[in-house]
């Protein structure tokens, strides 16, 4: 999220395009404190509104990782969950440094 002059982000743009798939021009010098408060306000939102559906998902007897797979399965396939958020669902070349592992207060 380059904040630079019109011609400055033409002209480095190849390199841009080279260190990510989505660079996005978000204005003159100086916007980008603007963007990243924005960005930092929506992550810490949807963390919050993510603990908070899990307590109460937890409260009404969601208690396992079984039964709390569906729930999350829907999510995934809701409009915010498809594109706001990157999929769970099976790796081609897992990592298995990064792959999550299973949440043992959840079993």
């Known amino acids: 999220m380059p904040c630079v002059s019109q011609a400055d982000f033409e002209a480095a743009r190849p390199a841009l395009d080279g260190m990510g798939g989505y660079v996005v021009r978000m204005g003159q010098p100086g916007a980008g404190a603007a963007?990243?408060?924005?960005?930092?306000?929506?992550?810490?939102?949807?963390?919050?509104?993510?603990?908070?559906?899990?307590?109460?998902?937890?409260?009404m007897g969601f208690d396992s990782a079984a039964r709390l797979a569906p729930l999350l399965a829907l999510?995934?396939?809701?409009?915010?969950?498809?594109?706001?958020?990157?999929?769970?669902?099976?790796?081609?070349?897992?990592?298995?440094?990064?792959?999550?592992?299973?949440?043992?207060?959840?079993?």
């Open 75 to 107: 999510l995934e396939r809701s409009w915010g969950g498809s594109t706001l958020t990157p999929t769970t669902g099976p790796n081609p070349d897992p990592d298995p440094n990064l792959d999550p592992q299973p949440n043992p207060h959840l079993n």
């Open 35 to 59: 963007a990243k408060l924005i960005n930092q306000l929506l992550t810490a939102s949807n963390a919050l509104a993510a603990t908070e559906a899990l307590a109460l998902a937890r409260a």
